[in-house]
C-alpha cells in the first residue's frame, strides 16, 4: 500500500524532474520545493494553530500559577481553553508527521534510483541477462565486486541497483559494446554528482579515510557537511517553530521537559539518519529545513498582520458574565 500510495508517485515526480535536468542533486532540491508548495494550505493552517498557542501562553502561565498544587485541576482548565479556542495541542506537528512518510519513500526512491528514475523492470529477461554481464565485464576488467559476484538477482535489485549504475558507467567508459546504445553510454548510468559530492555514497563512508589518514579523496570526506548542514538546519527550524509557539517562554513542568528532550532527540536522530544514508536524503533534509523555515518566516509575518483575525476567548470570563446576566 505505501509503494503506490507514496513511493511510486514520488519516483515518477522525481524521474521527470530528472529527465528534465539530468542532475540527481538538482532534482532532490526541484523536488522538495516541489513538495513543500504542495503543502503549503497545510503549513498555513499548522501556523495559525500555533498563532493560537502563542496566544494563549499568557492563560497558561495563569492558570500554573493558580493550580500549581492541582495538576488534575490544572489540566481540567487548560483543556476548557483548547477546546474553547478549537485549538488541537498536535496542531503543530502536523508538518513534522508527514515529514517521516515522504522520507521512507525517499529512502527507497534514492536506494532504488534504477526502478524509479530509470524505469528497469528487474522481472524481464533481457534486464537480468543484462546485469549478467555488466558483473562478468566488471570481473573481466579486472574490478573487485566482492560479495557482490555472488548476490543473488534478487539482492542486487533491493540493495545494489546505485552500484549497478556505476557499473554501467565502468563498463560503458572501458569501451565495452553495449547492444542497441550509441555512443558507449548506458541508459542505467545516473549523474549522481552534485558540486563534485557523490550523492549516492553514505557519509559514514567518509570516517575510513579519516581513521586511515587518507585524504587523497576529499570528494567523499566533504559528504560529512550533509549531516553537519542537515544539523544546523533542523536545529534552526526547530528553534524558529518554538519561538512562534511561546514554548520557550512560560513553559514549565511536562511541557518544559518535552522541549528539552525534542530539542536533544531531534538533532541526534538528523545526525544519524543523514550520516548512515545516501547523501541525497541528507540534501533533501537541508532544503526541507531551509525552506520551512522561510514558510515559517514569511507566514508568520503575514499573520502578525491579521492579528485581529485570531481570537482567543476564556471559557471562564464567560461562565462569569453568564451569572451576572442570570442575576
Not at 202 to 209: E, L, T
Request: proline share 4%.
Amino acid at each position: 500500500m505505501f509503494e503506490y500510495l507514496i513511493t511510486r508517485p514520488m519516483g515518477f515526480i522525481i524521474e521527470h524532474i530528472y529527465n528534465l535536468v539530468s542532475n540527481y542533486g538538482l532534482a532532490i532540491i526541484i523536488f522538495t520545493i516541489l513538495i513543500k508548495l504542495i503543502l503549503i494550505p497545510l503549513n498555513i493552517h499548522s501556523q495559525k494553530a500555533m498563532k493560537k498557542q502563542q496566544k494563549i501562553q499568557p492563560l497558561m502561565a495563569e492558570l500554573q500559577k493558580k493550580y500549581a498544587n492541582d495538576q488534575e485541576k490544572l489540566q481540567r482548565e487548560m483543556m476548557k481553553i483548547y477546546k474553547e479556542n478549537n485549538i488541537s495541542m498536535t496542531g503543530g506537528c502536523l508538518p513534522m508527521l508527514i515529514q517521516m512518510p515522504i522520507l521512507i519513500g525517499l529512502y527507497q526512491v534514492i536506494q532504488k534510483p534504477l526502478s524509479y528514475l530509470a524505469g528497469v523492470d528487474w522481472a524481464n529477461a533481457s534486464v537480468i541477462n543484462e546485469v549478467i554481464r555488466l558483473k562478468d565485464a566488471m570481473v573481466n576488467l579486472g574490478y573487485n565486486i566482492g560479495n557482490l559476484a555472488n548476490a543473488t538477482m534478487e539482492q542486487l535489485a533491493n540493495n545494489s541497483q546505485i552500484q549497478l549504475s556505476k557499473w554501467a558507467g565502468i563498463v560503458g567508459t572501458q569501451g565495452t559494446a553495449l547492444e542497441g546504445v550509441s555512443g558507449g553510454v548506458h541508459p542505467w548510468v545516473l549523474n549522481f554528482n552534485f558540486l563534485g559530492l557523490d550523492l549516492s555514497n553514505a557519509p559514514s563512508a567518509a570516517f575510513g579515510h579519516i581513521m586511515a589518514l587518507d585524504f587523497s579523496n576529499m570528494s567523499v570526506i566533504l559528504l560529512l557537511l550533509i549531516p553537519v548542514l542537515a544539523v544546523i538546519a533542523s536545529v534552526i527550524s526547530m528553534k524558529v517553530t518554538q519561538a512562534q509557539t511561546g514554548q520557550n517562554q512560560n513553559t514549565e513542568g511536562q511541557a518544559a521537559q518535552m522541549t528539552k528532550s525534542m530539542n536533544l532527540m531531534m538533532p541526534v536522530m538528523t545526525a544519524f539518519f543523514t550520516v548512515t544514508l545516501p547523501a541525497g536524503l541528507g540534501l533533501y533534509w537541508i532544503i526541507s529545513s531551509v525552506v520551512q523555515i522561510l514558510q515559517q518566516l514569511i507566514l508568520n509575518a503575514f499573520l502578525d498582520k491579521k492579528g485581529e483575525e485570531i481570537v482567543v476567548t476564556v471559557p471562564e470570563k464567560k461562565q462569569q458574565h453568564r451569572k451576572k446576566r442570570k442575576k
